[in-house]
């Protein structure tokens, strides 16, 4: 059974940073595009950032610039680094694999917290 587990939400004031981690297992994890979506409430999931195998990455536009997603192949990792956090970034947090793209399947993770509070 595939496995994406996150890590590292909890509380920050505004303007502070945190890092989210993702570790996947029982999947052939160099092959899936990862991605960091969240969840406010009341709203849509919405994209973050992803990163395909090879490394090339995208971003959702407010988030440009404040957070970077990474990968780790050989760890089977996925980390998103939040930084100049705002209000508005709370939410849930997930981690998905996505090969889709190639005629596979998706999984998600459970989500983590993550609220910018003063």
């Known amino acids: 059974q595939v496995q994406l587990v996150e890590s590292g939400g909890g509380l920050v004031q505004p303007g502070g940073s945190l890092r989210l981690s993702c570790a996947a297992s029982?999947?052939?994890?160099?092959?899936?595009?990862m991605g960091w979506y969240r969840q406010a409430p009341g709203k849509q999931r919405e994209l973050v950032a992803t990163?395909?195998?090879?490394?090339?990455?995208n971003y959702a536009d407010s988030v440009k610039g404040r957070f970077t997603i990474s990968r780790d192949n050989t760890k089977n990792t996925v980390a998103l680094q939040m930084n100049s956090l705002k209000f508005e970034d709370t939410a849930v947090y997930y981690c998905?694999?996505?090969?889709?793209?190639?005629?596979?399947?998706?999984?998600w993770g459970q989500g983590t917290q993550v609220t910018v509070s003063s």
């Open positions: 029982r999947i052939t994890f160099s092959i899936y595009r």
């Open positions: 998905n694999a996505d090969a889709t793209w190639r005629g596979g399947l998706g999984y």
């Open positions: 990163i395909t195998s090879g490394g090339t990455t």
